[in-house]
């Protein structure tokens, strides 16, 4: 595998049910990213870990749970979610510099297609 | 009010074709890049730029970096149905700050 990967690639849930999004990078990076993308609407930055330390969290509702156990996974924990909630969601990794910052080029995966009934 | 206003958000036009898509904002931003995305894909980086006025051609594409950093463009030359797909930017406000990104403009190119 290269690049980062992204399971599963489409999901459908019911607003009860719990499924955890996995996101993996294979190039060695030291950042990883959740991004919405709903239609009509620009990239929303959900999460950001930066050396396996959540750094950032755009009041994403409490339902979105992300897990960080290593700089080469991610996931994403869905639980109890709204139908408003359908959405692409995308994974990234970067390689940003000791010293902060992020303002390198970030490598997305191909998606979750999430789908709330 | 979005950071970064790109326009237009749809373009459908000929193989053949020149185009020019936008993206403006208030803000100067220390750096910007373009993605594109196709269908049932994640964005991919087409290029950064760093410098007031800067220009990167790309093969058949060509970007522009305004010289107060608050707006670029991007040309692209004789467009092929391969051009098509959601171009996005994307820009960095300082050399702390995470990408903000415009909605995109969806680019159809019909042979």
């Known amino acids: 595998e290269t690049g980062v990967t992204q399971t599963p690639r489409h999901l459908v849930m019911g607003m009860t049910n719990k499924k955890s999004l996995k996101c993996e990078q294979h190039?060695?990076?030291?950042?990883m990213y959740w991004y919405k993308q709903s239609a009509k609407k620009p990239l929303e930055l959900m999460f950001v870990?930066?050396?396996?330390?959540?750094?950032e969290n755009n009041s994403v509702p409490s339902r979105f749970s992300p897990e960080c156990p290593n700089s080469s996974h991610l996931f994403l924990h869905l639980h109890t979610l709204q139908p408003e909630d359908s959405a692409l969601y995308l994974c990234?990794?970067?390689?940003?510099?000791?010293?902060?910052?992020?303002?390198?080029?970030?490598?997305f995966g191909p998606g979750t297609r999430l789908t709330v009934l | 009010t979005q950071l970064l206003e790109q326009s237009p958000q749809f373009l459908s036009i000929q193989e053949g074709e020149n185009l020019t898509v936008y993206c403006n904002s208030s803000s100067v931003f220390s750096s910007l890049q373009w993605y594109r995305q196709e269908p049932g894909e994640g964005p991919v980086l087409l290029v950064t730029?760093?410098?007031?006025?800067e220009v990167k051609k790309l093969k058949r594409l060509t970007f522009q970096f305004g010289d107060a950093r608050k707006d670029s463009s991007l040309h692209i030359t004789a467009a092929q149905p391969g051009d098509t797909g959601l171009y996005l930017c994307?820009?960095?406000?300082?050399?702390?700050?995470?990408?903000?990104f415009g909605k995109g403009t969806m680019l159809l190119v019909s042979p």
């Open positions: 990234a990794s970067s390689q940003e510099p000791a010293s902060g910052g992020f303002f390198s080029t970030q490598y």
């Open positions: 190039l060695g990076h030291n950042a």
């Open positions: 870990y930066s050396l396996e330390e959540r750094v």
């Open positions: 730029v760093v410098t007031g006025g």
């Open positions: 994307a820009g960095t406000l300082s050399g702390y700050s995470t990408l903000t």
